[in-house]
């Protein structure tokens, strides 16, 4: 707790500046979590809080002086987390994996816990979601993650071949992404990935067509294909909305590292490697000014 007491007296030290602008100090209150019915007197500047009360978790620490005038300053308020204690005793293996295709989670399928093959031959062309999870030995499953891909068509006419592709989101069309295709004669072989780290979180809508070697610009029929998804960056509970529960559902995941009921791919937040107290800054900073 040594940490905290430090912060709570640099935040005791700075309210105290603020009233002695105007007067000198003549007294100081401090309360928890927004609770101002049970604001407490607190001694001269520094002074260490009894924080031995509150559960894990996130909090708030808020202060405010009062200057000889009788005027109270404005309340200064701070975030601090209480770590969880963490019990490694029931470590766990994969013992199972599953995967299924756009959301169609009663056609899901078991691979293998490692490296796998997944057969798409039967998707159509376009834009397809792929979501896997995995199941321990406790039985307890991890979070969902999902990416999309799109399978481009192969039907090309004879005298030109598919060479590049573009996309974009929403009515974005100034920044649409231009790709070339991986073609192997006049068929197109390969996966496509799309960058989707500018979309915010919630319901969108992507665009594409698909280039010719004439130049021309064209959908699979001679128009735009569209199709709408859901960007989850964010939601970590997957809940279908990204505010303060999935802030304490990432601060709780980040100091237990249970990912029970999270997401992992959606608590990326800051679209890094792995998932730490970086995500959670950016998640905050999203709930409280959204945009990334």
């Not at 607190?42 to 809080?49: K, T």
């Not at 924080?51 to 009062?66: C, Y």
């Not at 030995?137 to 192969?154: A, C, M, N, R, Y």
């Not at 573009?166 to 960058?195: Q, R």
Request: net charge negative; proline share 3%; hydrophobic share 45%.
């Amino acid at each position: 707790m040594n940490i905290l007491k430090y912060c709570l007296s640099a935040l005791a030290i700075c309210s105290s500046m603020v009233a002695a602008a105007q007067g000198g100090v003549t007294e100081r209150e401090a309360w928890f979590d927004f609770n101002f019915a049970a604001r407490q007197a607190i001694s001269a500047s520094p002074a260490s809080l009894d924080i031995s009360s509150l559960p894990a978790g996130l909090h708030w620490f808020t202060m405010r002086v009062k200057d000889d005038q009788g005027v109270w300053s404005p309340a200064m308020t701070r975030a601090f987390i209480i770590p969880h204690e963490i019990d490694n005793s029931a470590a766990s293996q994969i013992q199972r994996v599953e995967v299924w295709f756009d959301n169609n989670y009663a056609a899901r399928q078991a691979i293998g816990a490692s490296v796998a093959t997944v057969d798409i031959s039967s998707l159509p062309a376009g834009l397809h979601s792929l979501t896997m999870r995995a199941q321990d030995d406790l039985g307890q499953w991890s979070s969902q993650k999902t990416v999309h891909f799109i399978i481009p068509h192969e039907e090309v006419e004879e005298d030109v071949e598919l060479v590049s592709y573009c996309y974009w989101f929403d009515d974005d069309v100034a920044n649409l992404v231009v790709g070339t295709l991986p073609v192997s004669g006049k068929t197109v072989a390969g996966v496509i990935e799309i960058d989707m780290a500018t979309v915010p979180s919630g319901q969108h809508t992507i665009h594409w067509m698909i280039g010719a070697s004439n130049g021309a610009w064209a959908g699979y029929y001679g128009e735009v294909n569209s199709m709408s998804f859901y960007n989850s960056r964010g939601d970590v509970d997957m809940d279908g909305f990204v505010d303060i529960n999935d802030v304490t559902a990432l601060i709780a995941y980040v100091l237990t590292g249970d990912a029970t009921g999270v997401n992992l791919e959606a608590a990326n937040c800051n679209l890094l490697d792995g998932v730490d107290i970086d995500d959670v800054t950016s998640l905050i900073n999203y709930v409280l000014k959204g945009d990334w």
